[in-house]
T-cell receptor, first 111, second 114 residues
């Protein structure tokens, strides 16, 4: 992805929490997103956070945003084998009408 | 409401040929974006169309082009195919009216260039 960075792999045990991290570059980005891609499928929006928020919780998902450090994280509580997928972080830049994606973090969940 | 559809799902071409991929957005969505996904490069933005106008373009050579029709359906074309064009091409649509600009993705077209 263009200037949105994520680690490539994460492996956790079933039942543990997963934390996927992302750094972005444009401090004026309005929305930051987490998408999930399962094998053979397109991307599915999991959650998003507006840039004036620090945290958003949605069931097992918690998004933390540190705007000063341009750092975004996604925490998945009680990770299940069905959570195994590629997770993409993305930022919506002001102006330019484009959303920039990271390269994706492949999450492996061990039973 | 039907989701984003892309045709064809799979395509095999040889070097030098050209290809046209099609995307039908969700009904009512006027913005369509195209992305190229490869294992090494992740998701790369190609271009975005809104009301038949290209609003933004990524860093791809002129061999990659697109258009949008009045019914918001979009096509992208790749001419003079190269081996490196083998990828999953994803289309996404959005309303541009909801504040979050959420994008809805199609399943993609997997292009293999031999």
């Amino acid at each position: 992805g263009e200037d949105v960075e994520q680690s490539l792999f994460l492996s956790v045990r079933e039942g543990d929490s997963s934390v996927i991290n992302c750094t972005y570059t444009d401090s004026s980005s309005t929305y930051l997103y987490w998408y999930k891609q399962e094998p053979g499928a397109g991307l599915q929006l999991l959650t998003y956070i507006f840039s004036n928020m620090d945290m958003k919780q949605d069931q097992r998902l918690t998004v933390l945003l540190n705007k000063k450090d341009k750092h975004l994280s996604l925490r998945i509580a009680d990770t299940q084998t069905g959570d195994s997928a590629i997770y993409f972080c993305a930022e919506r830049r002001t102006g330019g009408f484009k959303t920039i994606f990271g390269a994706g973090t492949r999450l492996f969940v061990k039973a | 409401k039907a989701g984003v559809t892309q045709t064809p799902r799979y395509l095999i071409k040889t070097r030098g040929q050209q290809v046209t991929l099609s995307c039908s957005p969700i009904s009512g969505h006027r913005s369509v974006s195209w992305y190229q996904q490869t294992p090494g490069q992740g998701l790369q933005f190609l271009f975005e169309y809104f009301s038949e106008t290209q609003r933004n373009k990524g860093n791809f050579p002129g061999r990659f082009s697109g258009r949008q029709f009045s019914n918001s359906r979009s096509e992208m074309n790749v001419s003079t195919l190269e081996l490196g064009d083998s990828a999953l091409y994803l289309c996404a649509s959005s309303t541009e009216t909801s504040g979050s600009n959420e994008q809805f993705f199609g399943p993609g077209t997997r292009l293999t260039v031999l």
